[in-house]
């Protein structure tokens, strides 16, 4: 018996979901969908970070998830420009954004959801940036498809933030594949060859991120099908004051 190496097989065939994964995934997009909207109603000017942060992975486990699929972000005001930024004993105060990025695990399979408020009345220039945000991960969405490439997808949302000019501040790549992992095949970046396939289960996350006031994130799963593509999480992408 011969045996040869068969760098990225398993990867690859982890990459495409068959009908029950895809199922399975549905059901764990949904549950962090609902803890993401329970969250918000949390935030109220003196919360902490770390509190809202507890909460979502006690409301996870509530739900019936086996864990978080990664640590949970929580960032309020200028932390939100840090795109990793994990809970601390920073306060919540008036007029400040706030990022929440979640997912949980459940029959193994995991989820992925970003969704950003404000906390008070917004100014225009942040309307403005959350608007672009969310044309980008509209435009990127429209764009998956079976046969497209990983980096047709990204330019999409590339494209719609330079309009804005504002697309210096999008520092990461548009999205991953997820599954059993919460990163997975394909990567959904700049200048990447990889063609989409039915059964493929990607993350659309544009954001921008500024210095000394925060950052802007939206982020969906969305499932590849033949001839169609699947929005799996559900919590409302408007733009929220609280």
Known sequence: MRLEKTPGLVASLRARKDAAELAQMRKAAILASDVVEAAIKLLKPGVREFEVGAEIEYQM???GASGTAFETIVAF???????????????????????????AILGKYCSDITRTVFVGKASVRVRMWY???????????AEVAAGKSCGEVDAAARGVLAAYRLDQFFVHSTGHGLGIE?????????????????????????????????????????????????VLTRATRDFIEL
């Open 77 to 103: 005001g200028a932390r939100g420009a840090l795109p990793h930024a994990r809970p601390t004993a920073k306060r919540l105060r008036k007029n400040e954004l706030v990022v929440l990025d979640l997912g």
């Open 61 to 63: 486990r509530k739900r």
């Open 182 to 230: 919460v990163h997975e095949d394909p990567r959904v970046a700049k200048g990447q060859k990889t063609l989409l396939a039915s059964g493929n289960v990607i993350t659309i996350e544009p954001g921008v991120y500024m210095a000394g006031v925060g950052g802007i994130r939206i982020e969906d799963d969305v499932a590849v099908h033949e001839g169609r593509s699947e």
């Open 131 to 141: 608007q672009a945000v969310r044309e980008a991960q509209a435009a990127a969405i």
